[in-house]
Every structure is written in structure tokens, then in C-alpha cells.
């Protein structure tokens, strides 16, 4: 394919990182590419708590939409971000490579969390998490992009904030004051980015393929699976991962009320040859065991707030 190919991206400077990327991937390929950058709902509304815009989606809208224009021929998105069923004539041509899909704690000093503290983020997963380890903690919500949450936290006398560390260091704007909550469970495919184009573009899909890191796009596929079987559609506090360890995967789930109070998780090891539907399997053994009633609850309490 020799004619430029429009790479669709949010405009942050994370995303447009996140583009860079697969732009220069492309042309190592020999394909010409060049950026496209737009404003999500997500990026545009700071001012409304991401639950109440439904998360789902409000990162990738935009770009999809202009995919399915063909205003783009392909986009790249923070696997996270994106819907666990994509949108019709919309397929995943790649996973790349994960960074580290773990959580960070940035702070200004750790001594409150032996006491009364503040902690900054807009996630859900995030905020019952905390509250689960850290009951006495209030939680502040936290909206923008990395560079503006970082400055909201050194504007508020808050004690700390939550960010994805992949996104920190994707920018290179990772404070000395960090700590790796390795205790906490990731949203499913943090640290991964998908590039999607149009179903039927087989000469595309073919050479954007060449990007796929198998073991990201596996452990992915199973986090996602996962969450799809166990939200139904329904925003909730869910977190996942799957580590590739040799010839095998570990894989730990969870899901939380909103206020942390109660939590159900899971864990798995089992060979590369014996993952089929280990996400799915996973996700109704916590539902068997009370998650359906927590589902419930969550949906109730969201559609009241």
C-alpha cells in the first residue's frame, strides 16, 4: 500500500505519543502515514465524573465514527478505552506490545496512609479498590489528561493521586515521588494500545497485523473477556490481568462495590494450551458466588447518583 494512510488519534499528548508510535512503526514498513488528531467527549466534558457519561466508548466514539466516515483509515486507541464489542464494520488489526499495566501512586509523602487521607481519581475500579485497603481515605475526583491531573494534584492539598503507569511513562512525566500499587488490579488491557480499521480493508488489515505482539493480544483478549462476561453492559469497579510466565498464564480478576466494602476475585494458573474461555469461566465463577447480586447493586446505585 503506497498511498499516505490517515492514522486517527485523540489529541492529548498521551495519545498522540501512543500514534507516534504506530506512525513510525508503519513507515518502518515502508508505508507512508500521517496523523489525524481529534477531541473525544471524554477529552471535551472535564467537568462530569466518567460514570455518568458511560464510560463505555467515550475515548474511542469519535475516531470509530470517523473511521466508519473514512475520513481515517485506521486508529489507534488505549486498549482500555475500548469497547469489549466493537462497533459494526469496525475490526482489531493489533496489539502491540504492553508497558506496565500496573497502577501508581503519586504522592506527597506516604505518612497518611496509616491515618485520615485524600486521594485523588476518576475511576471507579480505582476508587473501591482504595477504599477496600484504605476505609478511613476520602476519595476526590480527578478529570483531564495526565499533565493536567498532575498539576490539579499540586494545586489541592490532596494527599495523592491514582495513574495508569504506562501513561506516565509513555510521556516521560513519572515523579520521583511514585509508588507501584501492585496490590491493585488494572482495568482490563492497561499498558496495551489496539490499532482498528474497517472491516474489509484485507491489504490494510494484513500490514497493520504486523504490529501484533501475540502475547499482549492474548493476555488482552482474556482480560476482556472477562470484563464482557461479568459487566453486561454495566459500568462497575472490575479489574484484571493476565501475565504470560513461560508456558503459562496467571490470571486474577476482580470486582468491587463502589464503596469497597465488598470484594469478589478470582485467580487461575493454567498452561497456553488450556486458555480457551479461561476470561468467561472466570468471570461466572465470581458471579456464581454473589457477583450477580453486586451487579445488581452497582447498577442501582449508578442509575440513583
Known amino acids: 500500500m503506497k498511498k499516505i494512510l490517515r492514522l486517527g488519534t485523540r489529541d492529548s499528548e ?26 473525544s467527549i471524554g477529552d471535551l466534558q472535564l467537568d462530569t465524573p466518567l460514570y455518568e457519561l458511560g ?37 482489531q488489526a493489533a496489539v502491540l506490545e504492553r508497558a506496565n499495566p500496573l497502577d501508581v501512586l503519586v504522592h506527597k509523602g506516604l505518612d497518611f496512609l496509616n491515618a485520615e487521607g485524600v486521594v485523588a481519581t476518576g475511576s471507579l475500579r480505582r476508587k473501591a479498590q482504595w477504599l477496600n485497603r484504605y476505609p478511613l481515605h476520602d476519595i476526590e475526583d480527578l478529570r483531564g489528561n495526565v499533565n493536567t491531573r498532575l ?24 515523579p520521583e515521588n511514585h509508588t507501584e500499587l501492585r496490590w491493585m488490579l488494572p ?10 480499521v474497517r472491516d474489509g480493508e484485507d491489504a490494510l488489515l494484513k500490514l497493520v497485523h504486523k504490529l501484533n505482539h501475540p502475547q499482549t493480544a492474548l493476555c488482552t483478549a482474556i482480560e476482556r473477556e472477562f470484563l464482557r462476561e461479568l459487566e453486561g453492559g454495566c459500568t462497575a469497579p472490575i479489574g484484571a490481568l ?13 470486582l468491587l462495590a463502589l464503596d469497597g466494602q465488598k470484594k469478589l476475585a478470582v485467580e487461575k494458573d493454567m498452561g497456553l494450551k488450556e486458555v480457551s474461555g479461561l476470561g468467561t469461566s472466570c468471570a461466572r465463577e465470581i458471579l456464581e458466588n454473589g457477583g450477580k447480586t453486586l451487579m445488581n447493586q452497582i447498577k442501582k446505585e449508578l442509575d440513583n447518583s
Not at 501512543?18 to 477531541?39: H, W
Not at 499540586?154 to 501513561?167: H, K, L, P, T, Y
Request: aromatic content about 4%.
Open 14 to 39: 498521551l495519545a498522540l505519543w501512543q500514534a507516534t508510535t504506530v506512525q513510525k512503526k508503519l513507515v518502518a514498513l515502508g508505508q507512508p502515514c500521517e496523523l489525524v488528531p481529534v477531541k
Open 55 to 91: 464510560i463505555t466508548g467515550i475515548f474511542t466514539k469519535t475516531l470509530d465514527i470517523a473511521l466508519l466516515r473514512g475520513e481515517i483509515d485506521l486508529a489507534v486507541h488505549s486498549m482500555k478505552d475500548v469497547p469489549t464489542k466493537l462497533p459494526k464494520n469496525i475490526v
Open 151 to 174: 498539576e490539579k494534584l499540586q494545586e489541592n492539598s490532596w494527599d495523592a493521586a491514582i495513574f495508569a503507569a504506562a501513561g506516565l511513562l509513555r510521556i516521560n512525566r513519572m
Open 187 to 196: 482495568a482490563p488491557a492497561q499498558g496495551a494500545m489496539m490499532v482498528v
Open 242 to 254: 493476565a501475565e504470560c510466565q513461560g508456558d503459562r498464564i496467571h490470571f486474577r480478576g476482580n
